[in-house]
């Protein structure tokens, strides 16, 4: 059997940094340079110039207890004081963010804004007896005291723990209970295409199953009635109305904990992902400076939600300790209609922008009229993150939103590493559609067959990272064991990424998804993102999803299930074709014994498509849980057509 992920999907396309872009960056091939010829100095270099110190650190990196790493330990600083006050004397009108609320209200918060609005929280929440070190929840919609409350938990050195609105009660408790926060931020609801998510109902119902919290802070912006609890429950307009809006920044140790934000691992119990301060907001405020190619004059857009942690470092601690001016969009991609992120690109002229392939897919699913209805050319350079993009969709995002002239970057991190860690560096590098290309400078990254050896061009297996980075993770909230455990003992001295790779002859490095999406079919690994790749290479294909199903002789057979473009209507003749297609883009090997047509995949709430709950589906199994599910209708939909549509 082999031991490698079979190296299949070819890919030819290349696109070259433009001319303006390279003779402009804010990143040069120099910087591969420095961090190749000392790592470490390169580290140092970029925390002193970024970073505002109360006392510059003077080490770079304590390695004596492996895995439990640290950077710039002896350094003090304060996170919301590199986000705010120390951009005041000189910019202090100069714009944050543009906030779009979905119903149409607007807000524009320059630098100053942010600062008192912040300052008037910590003192409040000094007020509510919060203490350097206590764990704040903070449970809100993409309204702008979010990133006031996490900046607030950072001025006083409280730990903030954002869980994403679109959890259940009981997913908050979960994450209240492990990390025994205090108290909770939250709304009365947040607009959703048009419709309330009761956020304190849910507050009220997790509170049911917790006994920590103290107090609830409770934004005002849906207005529909709540539950008020006298004592408990205050209203945050009437709690920071009176505050001063000055508060002294606490002086943090550059190790001091930052923030909790929970993943989902392999149990179900989720982990409590710790960053702390200096070595985070040296990787964040890096990379969103070279990555993004960021510049004095440019309108910012990252298009995630708080609730993740893409929204952490690229909307919150990276831009704002850069000084940009950002937007932050409030609601849902689809409301009023299809054309409201065009609309919002066009008002705000905005230059880079930021999102999800899931989204990029979306977009090609709704049809091309909609940006088409707007102008969009102020745009200067796009990025995608959070899963594989695949070529098709890459072409697509550069063709109908970048109007064939925008960098892309295809940026490849994770909750647990903090900021990027492999993209273009889009001055540098030559991009290949559906390639996150290469490790960032200061970031040494391999891919390792089963017995942890690397393996060369042309070859595939696990994506690894070499050294301690400053932005990684510090440990596992509470469980120093599955920190371990999880990222650090599949092989001696390497971080494990769970994600399987494969270089190609360039050396370029193509991500192939989880290691448990990769299938085996007759004792091949093959990537389910690879086989999705081809299926959306399909001219009538906008969404593909495939999964290993139990097979008696192959081990694994490939099912997929795949979305079509507008109103495209499937049939027997459609499926023949599209796996054929596959066939001929990867091989018989990677054709799909099975593909149902269905009007939509089964995602979680971030977007990610549950392939769990596909292969569930497909063996005919009890499913598992899918209160994380955002479509629940569309399961026993699939579960009707899949016992209906084997093809052999
Ligand atoms: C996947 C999101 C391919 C990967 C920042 C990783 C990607 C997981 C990419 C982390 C990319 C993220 N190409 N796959 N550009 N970016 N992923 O923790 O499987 O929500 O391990 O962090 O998303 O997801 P997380």
Same mark, same amino acid.
């Given at each position: 059997m082999s031991e490698k992920i079979e190296n299949l999907l070819k890919e030819d396309r290349k696109f070259k940094p433009s001319d303006v872009l390279?003779?402009?960056?804010?990143?040069?091939? #120099?910087?591969?340079?420095?961090?190749?010829?000392?790592?470490? %100095?390169?580290? @140092?270099?970029?925390?002193?110039?970024?970073? +505002?110190?109360?006392?510059?650190?003077?080490?770079?990196?304590?390695?004596?207890?492996?895995?439990?790493?640290?950077?710039?330990? %002896?350094?003090?600083?304060?996170?919301?004081?590199?986000?705010?006050?120390?951009h005041l004397e000189t910019d202090s009108d100069r714009v944050a963010f543009y906030w779009e609320g979905e119903p149409g209200d607007t807000q524009v918060i320059t630098y100053r804004d942010l600062y008192e609005r912040v300052c008037k929280l910590s003192n409040a929440l000094k007020k509510l007896n919060v203490k350097k070190g206590d764990r704040v929840a903070?449970?809100?919609?993409?309204?702008?005291?979010?990133?006031?409350?996490?900046?607030a938990c950072a001025r006083i050195g409280a730990v903030h723990s954002v869980v994403f609105g679109g959890f259940s009660s009981e997913a908050l408790a979960d994450r209240i209970n492990d990390a025994?926060?205090?108290?909770?931020?939250?709304? %009365?609801?947040?607009?959703?295409?048009?419709?309330?998510?009761?956020l304190?109902?849910?507050?009220?119902?997790?509170?049911?199953?917790?006994?920590?919290?103290?107090?609830?802070?409770?934004?005002?912006? *849906?207005?529909?009635?709540?539950?008020?609890?006298?004592?408990?429950?205050?209203?945050?307009?009437?709690?920071?109305?009176? #505050?001063?809006?000055?508060c002294k920044p606490e002086i943090m140790n550059a190790e001091d904990m930052l923030y909790i934000l929970y993943t989902s691992g392999t149990t179900a119990k989720p982990k409590g992902i710790v960053h702390t301060q200096a070595g985070y907001l040296t990787g964040v405020a890096t990379t969103h400076y070279e990555v993004f190619d960021i510049k004095e004059n440019d309108i910012y857009w990252c298009a995630a939600d708080c609730g993740w942690v893409t929204g952490h470092s690229y909307i919150v601690y990276g831009p704002l300790s850069n000084k940009t001016t950002s937007v932050m969009y409030e609601g849902a991609p689809n409301a009023p209609d299809e054309k409201r992120l065009w609309s919002i690109i066009e008002k705000y002229k905005v230059n880079i922008f930021y999102t999800a392939p899931t989204a990029i897919r979306a977009f090609m699913k709704w049809g091309i009229e909609h940006p088409q209805a707007h102008d969009l050319s102020s745009l200067r350079l796009l990025g995608t993150v959070g899963e594989p993009i695949n070529p098709e969709a890459w072409v697509w995002y550069h063709k109908y939103i970048g109007g064939e002239k925008c960098a892309i970057v295809d940026t490849w991190w994770q909750t647990e590493t903090g900021s990027i860690m492999i993209s273009p560096l889009p001055g540098v590098t030559s991009t290949k559609p559906g390639s996150a290309c290469g490790a960032l400078p200061g970031i040494e990254s391999l891919i390792i067959d089963n017995e942890g050896n690397p393996v060369g061009k042309g070859e595939g297996g696990f994506l690894a990272i070499k050294s301690p980075w400053p932005s990684m993770l510090r440990t596992v909230y509470g469980d120093d064991q599955r920190y371990i455990d999880t990222y650090w003992s599949q092989h001696e001295g390497? =971080?494990?990424?769970?994600?399987?790779?494969?270089?190609?002859?360039?050396? =370029?490095?193509?991500?192939?998804?989880?290691?448990?999406?990769?299938?085996?079919?007759?004792?091949?690994?093959?990537? +389910?993102?690879?086989?999705?790749?081809?299926?959306?290479?399909?001219?009538?294909?906008?969404?593909?999803?495939?999964?290993?199903?139990?097979?008696?002789?192959?081990?694994?057979?490939?099912?997929?299930?795949?979305?079509?473009?507008?109103?495209?209507?499937? %049939?027997?003749?459609?499926? @023949?074709?599209?796996?054929?297609?596959v066939s001929d883009k990867i091989g018989p090997i990677a054709k799909p014994k099975s593909i149902?047509? *269905?009007?939509?995949?089964? @995602?979680?709430?971030?977007?990610?498509?549950?392939?769990?709950?596909?292969?569930?589906?497909?063996?005919?199994?009890?499913?598992?849980?899918?209160?994380t599910l955002a479509n629940a209708d569309i399961v026993s939909e699939l579960q009707n057509r899949a016992t209906q549509t084997d093809d052999e």
């Open positions: 390279s003779s402009n960056a804010n990143a040069t091939n #120099e910087w591969f340079e420095k961090a190749n010829k000392d790592r470490l %100095d390169f580290w @140092k270099e970029q925390a002193l110039n970024r970073i +505002t110190w109360f006392k510059e650190p003077t080490e770079v990196l304590d390695d004596s207890n492996p895995p439990f790493f640290k950077w710039f330990k %002896d350094g003090e600083l304060n996170l919301s004081y590199n986000c705010l006050d120390r903070i449970y809100l919609g993409m309204t702008p005291e979010i990133v006031v409350s996490m900046l025994e926060a205090k108290l909770v931020i939250t709304a %009365d609801g947040a607009w959703r295409r048009g419709e309330i998510v009761p304190k109902a849910n507050v009220d119902g997790s509170l049911k199953l917790t006994n920590y919290i103290e107090n609830v802070i409770v934004v005002k912006r *849906t207005q529909h009635e709540i539950n008020m609890e006298f004592g408990r429950d205050h209203w945050y307009h009437e709690l920071t109305e009176n #505050e001063e809006a000055v390497l =971080y494990f990424a769970g994600d399987g790779a494969k270089y190609d002859e360039e050396g =370029y490095i193509w991500l192939l998804g989880r290691v448990d999406d990769v299938m085996n079919v007759s004792g091949h690994r093959i990537s +389910t993102a690879e086989v999705e790749s081809a299926l959306v290479s399909h001219e009538k294909v906008a969404e593909a999803a495939v999964i290993g199903r139990k097979d008696e002789i192959t081990g694994e057979a490939i099912a997929a299930f795949v979305s079509l473009i507008g109103t495209e209507k499937g %049939d027997e003749n459609l499926i @023949k074709e599209l796996r054929q297609h149902v047509i *269905t009007p939509d995949l089964p @995602k979680t709430r971030s977007g990610k498509i549950m392939r769990r709950l596909l292969k569930d589906i497909s063996e005919e199994r009890k499913l598992g849980d899918v209160t």
